[in-house]
């Protein structure tokens, strides 16, 4: 089973920078896309920012400017960098991977557990 684990949340005041990490494991022959989703108490989950595996990103309006994807294929593993946070950015931060598991023809979706970013005012 594909397996994402996240980490690098927390506490952080406004202005501050937090940079998460995502990395992906088990049976993996391809991911394509990895990205990173939000959900603010309250509200709907929201898109953040995708990274193919390719190079190309995109970015919510919200966060461009301020947050950026990188990604190490070798590594699978994608990192949210983020920069002047704000305290409308708190919300649980959940990484995903468009994958396709070794034997399938198939690709799925998986995702981490979330990760929590606080940002005080």
């Known amino acids: 089973q594909v397996h994402l684990v996240e980490s690098g949340g927390g506490l952080v005041q406004a202005g501050g920078s937090l940079r998460l990490s995502c990395t992906a494991s088990?049976?993996?022959?391809?991911?394509?896309?990895m990205g990173w989703y939000r959900q603010a108490p309250g509200k709907q989950c929201e898109l953040v920012a995708i990274?193919?595996?390719?190079?190309?990103?995109n970015y919510a309006d919200f966060v461009k400017g301020r947050f950026t994807i990188p990604r190490d294929n070798a590594k699978n593993t994608v990192y949210l960098e983020m920069n002047s946070l704000k305290p409308e950015d708190t919300a649980v931060y959940y990484c995903?991977?468009?994958?396709?598991?070794?034997?399938?023809?198939?690709?799925?979706?998986?995702w981490g557990q979330g990760t929590q970013v606080t940002v005080s005012s």
């Open positions: 995903y991977a468009e994958a396709r598991p070794l034997g399938s023809i198939a690709r799925n979706y998986y």
């Open positions: 088990g049976p993996i022959f391809s991911i394509d896309a």
């Open positions: 990274a193919t595996s390719g190079g190309s990103t």
